[in-house]
């Protein structure tokens, strides 16, 4: 049981490049989340999806895409890369507990845009 | 509307000390609470978590914290720190819904 994992670690992008952003989860858990955190500001929810073909957005989508065709999978898509999104990425997965969900996180991508 | 603030942006204890980790929440309706920890360039793992059964909440490693409605808080303790506890602590809140929202986190800082 791997969890959630991510892929690449690392990343250094040039500006207008685009990539995406891998992320999959074993545990068959509808809910996949992803969020940026950058230094002093806490995790922000850029996309979320509540099981295989619905996708919602978060507090900062801009520039960003995703998409879920199956319940282990969950990419998100960078196009025309810029500076500000530079930034550690997580992806997660949540399990139901009683009215709120409880996430499990993957270990992070690390991007530079450059 | 949910929220999370975290006082204290770093916390330094020495070795065998207590951690005091503070957490006050804003929401409408009770909440369900959330303790992560993030060691060095790594994911986020849940410590401990607050759903209404028992004001004081045990997690893993040693670390507890009490839910106080008065006081709209929920503070993470540990009677005595060890070295291994230096790393990002994360609260966070959810209104019985299906997302979260995170504090912007306290780096804890343990010296011998």
């Known amino acids: 049981n791997a969890g959630v994992t991510q892929t690449p670690k690392f990343r250094i992008l040039k500006i207008g490049q685009s990539m995406t952003l891998q992320c999959a989860q074993d545990?068959?858990?509808?809910?996949m989340y992803w969020y940026r955190q950058d230094p002093g500001m806490g995790l922000k929810l850029i996309y979320y999806s509540v099981g295989a073909g619905i996708t919602d957005k978060g507090e900062v989508p801009n520039g960003y895409n995703v998409s879920r065709s199956t319940t282990e999978d969950f990419p998100l898509r960078l196009e025309l890369a810029a500076p500000s999104q530079t930034s550690v990425y997580f992806c997660?997965?949540?399990?139901?507990?009683?009215?709120?969900?409880?996430?499990?996180f993957g270990p992070g991508t690390r991007l530079t845009v450059t | 509307a949910q929220s999370v603030t975290q006082l204290g942006s770093h916390v330094s204890v020495s070795e065998g000390a207590l951690v005091l980790l503070r957490c006050n929440y804003s929401?409408?309706?009770?909440?369900?609470l959330f303790w992560y920890v993030q060691y060095p360039n790594q994911g986020l793992q849940l410590l401990l978590k607050y759903t209404s059964a028992a004001t004081l909440v045990k997690g893993i490693n040693g670390f507890e914290a009490e839910f106080k409605k008065s006081e709209t808080s929920f503070h993470l303790t540990k009677p005595s720190a060890h070295m291994s506890d230096a790393a990002e602590y994360f609260c966070?809140?959810?209104?019985?819904?299906?997302?979260?929202?995170f504090g912007t986190g306290t780096r804890l800082q343990v010296f011998p």
């Open positions: 545990m068959n858990h509808n809910y």
């Open positions: 929401s409408s309706v009770p909440p369900y």
């Open positions: 966070a809140v959810s209104e019985n819904t299906d997302k979260l929202i």
């Open positions: 997660a997965s949540g399990k139901p507990l009683a009215g709120a969900y409880e996430q499990y």
